[in-house]
C-alpha cells in the first residue's frame, strides 16, 4: 500500500487541510489523525500552499510522429508534467496525420509509456486535415482510443457541408468539433498579424477579427441545426465572445476557450517582428485581451487552452512572414492565468480550478480526471505556490524547442509539484522521469 500525506495546503485555495492519497485515490480530507498513516506514508509539508485538482489541457501539440526535433510526446509530457498537467489532449495534425483508429492507438500508446500525463488523442476532422472528406471518426471513437474531440487544427473546416456531415456524426458518440476558426477567404495562410492600422505600417498580410467570428456565427447555427456540440479553439476577439453569449443563451451546445497567451499577450509585441509572437490566431489589441478576460471570468468562455506549438529553431528563426506558427505553453499557463486573472481578482483559485481542470476534462469526456478534491477521486493534484515569482528563462524549459513569448518576464505563481493517480510526476519545475527519456 502507498500513501502521501500533504498536509497544510488550502484545497482550491481555502481553509488549510491535510488530504490523504492512499493507493492513487483521495483518502481522506481535513485533519487526518496520526493512526491513519503508516509507516511508508510520504508527508509533503505544503503550509500556506495551494491544492488544486490535476489540469487538463484541451489543446496541446506534440509532434510525433512526424516532428520529433520539435517535441515527442515524452517530451511534451513531461513539460506537462512541469506545468501541472495531469492530462493534454494530443491534437492531430502530426505527419501523419491522427484520422485512423491505428493513428490515435499509437499516440495513445506513446502516452501510456511514459506515464507523466494521460494523452488523449484528437482525431482529424477530415482525412489528411484536408478539409475534404470525413477521417474515421467511429473508427476512432469505437477503438481502445476512444476519441471523443475532433479538430483539424491549424485549418478551418472551412466547407459547411463537411462542417455539417461531422456534427451530425460526432453527435452519435457524445463527440465534439473544435473549430480552428478562421475563414481561408478573409484570412489566408500568409495572414500574420492582427488587421489594423499595424499591420499596415508593419507590412504584414492582415488577420481580420471577422475571419474568425463568421466560421463561429456559422457553427453555432450549424451546432443549433443538428443539435450537436461544437468547440470554439482559442477564442482571440472580443466579436467571437459576443457570439459565444447569444449562443450559449439560446441553449446552444457551444462551448470555448481561450490560450494564456491570448490572456496576457497583445499585438504590440508584433512592432519589433520578433517571430516568437507570430501564433495563429495572431496576438489582438488590449480591448480584445481585456474582453477575453472578462470572458473567461464570467464563464462566456469555458476553459484555458495552452495551444503548446513547440518548433525547432530552423522553423522559426526566419523573418517574421517567414516563421512558423505557435508558441511553447505547458510550463507557463498557469503562472500565466495566476498574473492576469488571480492577482487582478477576476478568479479565485476554486476559478482557476473550474477552467483548468473540471470544464476541460467535462468538455473532453475525460474519465478520472477534473473530479475536484473529494474523497474517492483520483488523486490528480497539483500544488502551487501563489506567491512565488519567477523569472521564466526559455534555456531551463524540458521541451525540446525553445520558442517560449515569456523568456525574462517574472510572473507570479509556481507549480510546487504534480501527481498522477498518487504518483508524484514532477517536482519544483523538473519531471521525475530519467532525463534520457524527454531530453
Known sequence: MSSTLVTGARPLGGEAAD????????????????????????????????????????????????????????????????????????????????????AALRVLELGRSCGLVDVQPVGAVTKGIEGHELAELGLMARSRARVRVFSDDGHCVADARVMRRALEYVKAFGGVVSQHAQDPTLAGREACCDESELSGR????????????????????????????????????????EVVRWAKAQGIAVTAEVTPHHLLLTSDLLAGY???????????????????????????????????????????????????????????????VSEVMVRSGLLDWAGVARVMSSAPARIAGLDGHGQGLQVGSPANLVLVDPDRATTIDAAASVSLSRNNPYDGRTLTGAVVGTWLRGRRTASEGRPLLAEEAWA
Open 19 to 102: 488530504v490523504l492519497v492512499r493507493d492513487g485515490m483521495i483518502a481522506a480530507v481535513g485533519r487526518v489523525p496520526a493512526a491513519e498513516r503508516d509507516g511508508d506514508t510520504e508527508v509533503v509539508d505544503a503550509d500556506g500552499l495551494v491544492l488544486l485538482p490535476g489540469l487538463v489541457d484541451l489543446h496541446t501539440h506534440l509532434r510525433e510522429p512526424g516532428r520529433e526535433d520539435a517535441e515527442t510526446v515524452a517530451s511534451g509530457s513531461a513539460a506537462a508534467a512541469v506545468g501541472g498537467f495531469t492530462a493534454v489532449l494530443a491534437m492531430a495534425n502530426t505527419s501523419p496525420v491522427t484520422d485512423t483508429a491505428e
Open 202 to 241: 508593419l507590412g504584414l498580410p492582415g488577420w481580420p477579427g471577422i475571419a474568425e467570428e463568421t466560421i463561429v456565427s456559422r457553427d453555432v447555427m450549424l451546432a443549433r441545426h443538428t443539435g450537436s456540440r461544437v468547440h470554439v479553439a482559442h477564442v482571440s476577439t472580443a466579436g467571437t465572445v
Open 274 to 336: 520578433d517571430p516568437v509572437y507570430k501564433v495563429n490566431p495572431p496576438l489582438r489589441p488590449a480591448e480584445d485581451v481585456e474582453a477575453l478576460r472578462a470572458a473567461l471570468a464570467d464563464g462566456t468562455i469555458d476553459a484555458v487552452a495552452t495551444d503548446h506549438a513547440p518548433h525547432a529553431r530552423h522553423d522559426k528563426e526566419h523573418a517574421f512572414v517567414d516563421a512558423a506558427f505557435g508558441m511553447l505553453g505547458l510550463e507557463t499557463a498557469l503562472p500565466v
